[in-house]
């Protein structure tokens, strides 16, 4: 009962009015008034004093105690927020749009810690394209989705997790592969299989940079038969090393004008999440940021 009356006398005192009060409180405004007449009568002191051209006048205790007060609502607010967090995550599903290679090199660290933490919730996971990423938040399809920063033309909240370098790849034996770094200028010679949608515009702007046009031979849509290709002997390709890095039978080297995509947890709203979605949130964001401090680019 006397925290209900600490949480009454503080919003008195923030509005400045009983009436006020008792309105924002949903209250009757004789029920404000007992209210704070029985926290005075209990300690047997004055605490507001009613002065009708000043308004409500805050007396010497009364301003001590509110401070004492407002603190254990604060933490009252804090015990309501973490038992209700904690219920909510008794059960639930988390809906994950990611691309190929993140959903292997990213997705599997947040969420072994993660379930750690939460072992009932449940994860949904769609794999797909940049464009369709974006098109399953428009859609209500995922709650969150892994998507390249550089890509978004969205009002979607993004938190950072890792800046992904753009190298470039060729096949086993290729004369790149004794070289410590690459020159952008010695690929426009070579045979160049040109990625048709996704990381394409990462690629266009390398060469748009050095003035350069590639020798294209082939435009290829999956990255998946980028790599085949290149594998092949097709071609080489500039890309994503998250993804080509694992890639079989293909060596990849640094540009020596390094080249960047920054890589994201992207989601609607933060107001909006349930919490099952900001623990996750949280559990991405210290895995990262420590990492990220660890080693710096």
């Not at 405004?29 to 704070?36: F, G, N, P, R, W």
């Not at 254990?72 to 008794?90: D, G, R, T």
Request: aromatic letters at 8%; proline letters at 4%.
């Amino acid at each position: 009962m006397s925290v209900a009356r600490f949480e009454i006398f503080s919003k008195v005192v923030e509005l400045g009015s009983f009436t006020k009060a008792a309105e924002r409180l949903n209250m009757t405004q004789s029920a404000v008034s007992h209210a704070v007449a029985g926290l005075e009568s209990e300690w047997g002191i004055t605490l507001l004093i009613r002065d009708r051209k000043k308004g409500l006048i805050l007396t010497e205790v009364g301003q001590k105690t509110l401070i004492y007060m407002r603190e254990i609502l604060n933490q009252m607010e804090k015990i309501k927020q973490e038992v209700a967090f904690a219920s909510n995550l008794e059960a639930g599903t988390i809906r994950i749009g990611s691309f190929a290679s993140a959903t292997s090199c990213i997705l599997p660290k947040i969420i072994s810690k993660f379930h750690k933490k939460h072992p009932n919730i449940e994860f949904v996971f769609f794999e797909g394209t940049y464009e369709e990423i974006i098109e399953w938040f428009e859609t209500g399809v995922i709650d969150i989705g892994i998507v390249v920063q550089q890509n978004m033309n969205t009002k979607l909240n993004v938190l950072p997790l890792i800046k992904d370098k753009m190298v470039v790849a060729f096949p086993e034996g290729h004369r790149f592969q004794d070289e410590k770094t690459i020159d952008i200028q010695d690929l426009q010679e070579e045979p160049f299989i040109m990625p048709k949608g996704g990381y394409r515009t990462h690629v266009d702007e390398i060469f748009s940079q050095a003035k350069i046009k590639p020798l294209v031979r082939f435009e290829v849509q999956d990255c998946a038969t980028i790599a085949s290709m290149v594998q092949e002997g097709l071609g080489i390709t500039i890309g994503p090393e998250l993804f080509l890095k694992d890639q079989p039978k293909i060596k990849i080297g640094n540009l020596k004008e390094l080249n960047w995509r920054s890589v994201a947890l992207a989601y609607p709203s933060i107001q909006c999440a349930s919490p099952a979605v900001q623990a996750f949130l949280i559990v991405a964001q210290g895995i990262f940021t420590n990492e990220n401090e660890s080693h710096p680019n």
